[in-house]
């Protein structure tokens, strides 16, 4: 099965490697609070963006988080493309809820998106997400 760190490059493109653990935590999170951010975002007014924090594993959660959002952004499309394959199915497997995360990540992605990591660990390596299509292997 393919997990966030299973999908190969294409020959067009450099190979792509994350670190599996913080591809998987940074998945998570998003799942977890897009719905919140998307809701907030919507009440702030266009001119608020995204500034995701952490400290060393958080630091590589956030890099993680901020690098699957400015994915999202160049991947545009609809719910099929904004959500890649990688991201897997939520618990209930509810394409109403599929469609509502995909929604929320296309609303957040398209603010402006800041990270603040803080000493984290090596978490991605090759070509950075805004120009890829598709998961980046594990390492």
Known sequence: ???PAAAAASEE???ARAHEGIARAGIAVLRSALPSMAA???ECG???GVTLTGHSLGAGTATMCALELLAARARGGGDDE???PFWGKGEDDDADAEAKLASALRAVASRDV???AYAPPPVFLGVPPP???HAPTGF
């Open 131 to 133: 120009r890829r299509a």
């Open 1 to 3: 099965s393919e997990g």
């Open 40 to 42: 907030a975002l919507e």
């Open 13 to 15: 493109e450099e190979e």
């Open 46 to 48: 266009e001119e608020y």
């Open 114 to 116: 800041d990270c603040w």
């Open 82 to 84: 904004v959500l890649p």
